[in-house]
């Protein structure tokens, strides 16, 4: 069974830096779809960023970017230039198949002003 | 815009009650999920379907069944309620295709109590 891991339950950052949220998974497949989604106070999950592990370059979302290491499994969110908006919380998923996701335990994260 | 609506946004449920957490999409999408969230676990699948009248197990399917009569409508039945299963339960929808091609949409969440 596919398991992704989220091992840092908070983390914080000063408005206008930069922060790097971990995920790792683990998966026998080849080919496979990663995933961030934000959620905020309001509860509505929201797609941050996707990456299709066939593809080597790193997917880049305006102010947010991923740094996927394939043989590590390893697939870190970085934030650039926080913003207030940004506070929520944050699920790495992996697509398993047709469409069903494994998601991390979620990172709370504080933007403080 | 894709709308999946959960019919109530707090629940408060006795142990032993048949409970009914409705979900209805407004996108004609084939798949329908139900998750629930706990502090610490994240989301886990419970059940899930890609078309009317077909279901499938998810990952922690005990003590729930499910119900898809029409399409736009994803039923998620607590047969008879226990304090173990006070969470908060998000359903999501899709198109019939990867969630890298047609991305999840989720409710606003049901947070249930059973006490």
């Known amino acids: 069974a596919q398991t992704v891991t989220q091992s840092q339950p908070e983390m914080s950052v000063q408005e206008a830096e930069t922060v790097t949220l971990s995920c790792t998974y683990d998966?026998?497949?080849?080919?496979?779809?990663l995933f961030w989604y934000k959620q905020p106070p309001s509860r509505q999950m929201i797609l941050v960023i996707r990456?299709?592990?066939?593809?080597?370059q790193n997917a880049t979302e305006n102010r947010f970017s991923v740094n996927f290491q394939k043989a590590a499994k390893s697939f870190s969110l970085k934030i650039s230039d926080s913003q207030l908006g940004d506070a929520a919380m944050y699920f790495c998923?992996?697509?398993?198949?047709?469409?069903?996701?494994?998601f991390g335990e979620g990172t709370q994260l504080t933007v403080n002003p | 815009d894709v709308k999946v609506t959960q019919s109530s946004r707090y629940l408060v449920k006795r142990t032993g009650e048949k409970v009914f957490l409705e979900c209805v999409q407004d996108?004609?999408?084939?798949?329908m999920f139900w998750y629930r969230q706990d502090p610490g676990l994240g989301l886990r699948l419970i059940y899930f379907?890609?078309?009317?009248?077909?279901?499938e197990k998810g990952d922690i399917p005990e003590g729930y069944s499910v119900s898809r009569e029409k399409k736009e409508r994803f039923s998620l039945i607590l047969e008879s309620a226990s304090t173990n299963q006070t969470s908060m339960y998000l359903c999501?929808?899709?198109?019939?295709?990867?969630?890298?091609?047609?991305?999840?949409?989720f409710g606003n969440g049901t947070r249930l109590t059973v006490t």
């Open positions: 999501a929808s899709s198109l019939a295709s990867s969630s890298y091609n047609s991305p999840l949409h």
């Open positions: 998966t026998s497949e080849s080919d496979y779809y």
């Open positions: 990456q299709e592990a066939y593809k080597q």
């Open positions: 998923a992996e697509e398993t198949s047709g469409s069903r996701l494994t």
């Open positions: 996108m004609d999408h084939e798949n």
């Open positions: 379907s890609y078309d009317v009248k077909m279901k």
